[in-house]
């Protein structure tokens, strides 16, 4: 399997496709099996670069704390350990976070931006956020029971506390690279008007709106891959 070592950890990657590096982060308390329908697609187009954040799958999960910064760090050690050309990021709710301190942190890796699902201002969850967060973190944790490589809670609630914690709403202006932002009208665990405030503080970033919640992308699939195909063509 193929593993790297960057920023002080085991980080398990795959490799999928040819042509220009498509970056797939994932979100919280997820890994890449879980994209591996849109990653096919994907693929027929670009080379998608996917990979476990740390903490999740089979890159390393120290009980240590998290950051969203420090995570971007992993992936641009990663991206820069693979030789990979700047690339378009494609992240996923806390993939998104990180795309965007990526993009801040470490711009030389960066082509465009696609942010889905995710804003990047802390802001109190409410009780039905608390309750859909937490629900996310013991689903994986239940399902690795008996299996070999386990997900243990305490690595979840790492990047659940590295992911509340980050902000960088007042940084946005500083992002030049083409952005597009997709996001669901009726998201509760990332309300549309904080999309909205995102795709208004990065100038000259494209906002789809889906009719959904949190989980779009997945649940519009064809329509996402396509609008991502779009977008990304549009950067060559």
């Known amino acids: 399997m193929p593993f790297i070592s960057a920023n002080g950890i085991r980080i398990y990657y795959e490799i999928h496709g040819e042509g220009e590096p498509l970056v797939l982060i994932p979100g919280l308390a997820s ?5 591996a329908a849109m990653i096919r697609e994907f693929a027929q187009s670009y080379q998608v670069i996917a990979f476990d954040n740390r903490g999740a799958g089979r890159t390393d999960k120290p009980d240590v704390p ?9 992936t641009a050690c990663l991206i820069k350990a693979l030789g990979i050309k700047p690339a378009h990021v494609l992240g996923i709710s806390m993939g998104g976070r990180i795309a965007v301190a990526l993009a801040l942190g470490h711009p030389e890796h960066v082509k465009s931006l696609i942010l889905v699902s995710t804003f990047v201002k802390r802001v109190p969850l409410g009780w039905l956020g608390h309750l859909l967060m937490t629900s996310m973190l013991w689903v994986p944790v239940l399902q690795s029971l008996g299996k070999q490589q386990r997900q243990p809670f305490s690595a979840l609630a790492r990047q659940r506390d590295a992911s509340r914690n980050y902000d960088a709403a007042d940084r946005l202006g500083e992002i030049a ?8 009208t009726t998201d509760h ?3 549309f008007p904080l999309a909205e405030e995102m795709h208004a503080g990065i100038k000259g970033s494209k906002l789809i709106a889906y009719k959904g919640g949190h989980l779009v992308a997945f649940l519009n699939q064809k329509q996402f891959v396509s609008d991502v195909l779009s977008f990304v063509d549009s950067c060559r």
Request: hydrophobic share 50%.
């Open 31 to 35: 890994d890449i099996t879980e994209y």
């Open 66 to 74: 998290y950051s969203i910064d420090l995570m971007a760090a992993d």
């Open 177 to 184: 690279v083409p952005t597009l932002i997709i996001h669901g």
């Open 189 to 191: 665990l990332a309300p």
